[in-house]
């Protein structure tokens, strides 16, 4: 179980990283396109682009960083019906051995109807 925790963490923590890195290169080349632009237009026009590709890399980074713990928790869920289906073919092939023994069982008490003793 801590070993999977580690792993989680550590790929969350890769993919941030790895958004990262493409965010900063991706200013980069925007930056670097602003720079030669030469008209309002065309500054503009990279500036247009720029947002859009901003919104593109910000869906990316979320996409990246909620996909990490589904993917967990869908290895978990696996994990634990596999572990229920064990227990059920263990508990078929013998039913007694995961139920007490009968002395160990409670003795029910007599009920007496909802009627009281007078005292």
Known sequence: ???????????????????????MKASLDDMQKLADASSLDEVLAVQSRIAGSQMQRMADFWGRVWRVPGDSQVALISQAQNQAGQFAARSAENPNRFSPPAEAQPMRKEHNGGQRKSA
């Not at 179980?1 to 965010?23: C, P, V």
Request: proline share 0%.
């Open 1 to 23: 179980m801590i070993q999977q925790q580690q792993t989680y963490f550590l790929e969350l923590y890769r993919s941030g990283i790895r958004a990262t890195s493409d965010m």
